[in-house]
C-alpha cells in the first residue's frame, strides 16, 4: 500500500528482545544480560527473524547507557548469526537525551527512533516523559547519518506521522523510509491498537516506506498479523507482549517469533533473511559508505 520495496512474497520479523519497563517479575523469560540477549537473538534466528531490536541493561536490570555494554552484546550476538542489529534510542526513563544515544558508538546496523515526545500514563513511571523535540530528532539523525546507520522511525499517531514527512521534506532521511507503527501503549501521545487506526495511518504512509506492526500487550499479534496481510512487516517480543496468549507467559521471544513466522507462511509468504532484509532496507548501500569513508 505504501510503495513497499519488500517483495510480496517476503516478510521482514522483528523481535524485540527486552524492552525500557518489562522486568523479568512479569515474565522470568524476559531476557537482561548480554548473554541472555545473545542467546535470545540467536533462537529468534533460528526461527525466522531478521532484526533484534535491543535495549540493554546492567547487571541489576536497570536501564543503561553504557557503550560497554551494548558491545558486549553485539560481540556476543555475533559470535552465534548475523541478524541485524537494531540498537533502542529511546532507551530507558532514567536516561539522558546524551545517554540514550550512546548506543550509535556501539556500531548498530540500525537504530530506532522515536518521532515525538511521549509521556507514560500508567504504571511505575506513570508521569515520566520522553522527549523528543523536532531539534532533537534532528540530532538523533544527523548523528546516525555519521555513522552510516539506519533509522526506524517509530510512530505512535497520526501526529508523529507528519514528522516524518517534515524530515523528507527537509531532506533529512532517503528512501527506503522504514517506519514502525507502534499502537497500543498506555501513553499520552499514543493511540490505541483497532484495525481503524493502524489502516488509517497505512493509507498515509509516504511513497517509498516500508512499514513495521507493532501492536502492545494482547494487540501484538492481531496488529502484526493485520500488518502481514496489507503488506507490512511485522515485531513481536517481550518487550512489547510479555504472554503467549491470555494467563499463559510467554516461554521466550523464539516462541512468538515460531508463531508469527507460522502466520506469515500461512499467508503464503516466507520471511526474509537479514541479508535479504539488509537489502530491501538499504543496510548493504549504507556498509559500503561507510566503509568508504573509513577508507
Not at 540514550?100 to 556500531?107: G, S, T
Not at 530528532?137 to 526506524?152: D, H, Q, S, T, V
Not at 498515509?204 to 507493532?214: A, D, R
Amino acid at each position: 500500500m505504501s510503495g513497499s520495496i519488500i517483495p510480496e512474497g517476503k516478510t521482514i520479523i522483528t523481535v524485540a528482545q527486552t524492552g525500557a519497563l518489562t522486568r523479568k517479575n512479569l515474565n522470568p523469560n524476559l531476557p537482561e544480560q548480554p548473554e541472555e540477549i545473545a542467546d535470545s537473538a540467536y533462537a529468534c534466528f533460528n526461527e525466522g527473524a531478521a532484526i533484534c531490536h535491543i535495549h540493554a541493561r546492567d547487571r541489576n536490570g536497570e536501564n543503561t547507557s553504557s557503550i560497554d555494554i551494548f558491545q558486549d552484546i553485539h560481540t556476543r550476538i555475533r559470535a552465534k548469526c548475523n541478524i541485524i542489529i537494531q540498537d533502542s534510542t529511546g532507551g530507558g526513563p532514567n536516561l539522558s537525551q546524551q545517554e540514550r544515544i550512546n548506543c550509535l558508538d556501539a556500531d548498530p546496523e540500525m537504530a530506532s527512533l522515536n518521532m515525538g515526545s511521549l509521556m507514560r500514563i500508567a504504571g511505575p513511571y506513570k508521569g515520566i516523559a520522553w522527549s523528543n523535540m523536532p531539534e532533537e530528532i534532528n540530532y538523533y539523525l544527523g548523528e546516525m547519518a555519521k555513522r552510516g546507520i539506519k533509522p526506524e522511525m517509530e510512530i505512535y499517531s497520526h501526529a508523529m506521522l507528519y514528522e516524518v514527512y517534515r524530515l523528507i521534506e527537509q531532506g533529512l532521511i532517503q528512501k527506503p523510509y522504514y517506519i514502525n507503527i507502534v499502537l497500543g501503549m498506555k501513553y499520552q501521545g499514543a493511540e490505541p491498537a483497532t484495525a481503524d487506526t493502524f489502516f488509517s495511518i497505512v493509507r498515509k504512509l509516504p511513497p517509498g516506506s516500508t512499514f513495521n506492526s507493532t501492536g502492545v500487550g494482547s494487540a501484538q499479534i492481531n496488529i502484526a498479523a493485520l500488518g502481514m496481510i496489507l503488506g507490512g512487516c511485522a515485531r513481536v517480543g517481550l518487550e512489547d507482549n510479555v504472554f503467549y496468549r491470555k494467563g499463559e507467559p510467554a516461554r521466550s521471544n523464539a516462541q512468538l517469533v515460531a508463531r508469527a513466522v507460522r502466520i506469515v507462511r500461512e499467508l503464503g509468504k516466507e520471511p526474509a533473511t537479514p541479508d535479504e532484509a539488509r537489502h530491501y532496507l538499504g543496510l548493504d548501500m549504507l556498509k559500503e559508505m561507510k566503509s568508504g569513508r573509513k577508507d
